[in-house]
């Protein structure tokens, strides 16, 4: 979205739905999420102050969930559009978060180990 901005106090509702560009394989997120903004005026500053809440679940603002399934025309490294195959159960592939976590604890292995070694042969 583009920013929105408020020039005085006062509650504003929104609903807010995931666009659907009808990419082919991709199954989109249907779901339309409340959105109240509501503007309060500090008496002391003078300032506005918007607070948002989400489906009156509070301020985390939803998730939209699409499954892609690969059609017949398309192959292991993605379809017409660069859109990548779909994983199990049909999500979308992994973007390598879980890769960058496995590295940095192996990272932090290594240099523990290396300075528990340099300790131990200072010692001795």
Known sequence: FKS???GSAGTRRYEIAERNTK???ISYDGRVHDVTV???LDSSTGML???VDYDGMGAN???FVNR???GPHSSDSGDQHG???AGRGGHLSSTGAGA???FLAVAAMLVLTGTTLALVSRRR
Do not use: I, K, R
Request: hydrophobic share 40%.
């Open 38 to 40: 509501t503007v309060s």
């Open 83 to 85: 859109v990548p195959p």
């Open 49 to 51: 102050t918007p607070q």
């Open 23 to 25: 990419a082919e394989g």
């Open 61 to 63: 603002p939803p998730t």
């Open 100 to 102: 960058v976590v496995a």
């Open 4 to 6: 929105l901005e408020f």
């Open 68 to 70: 892609f399934t690969a």
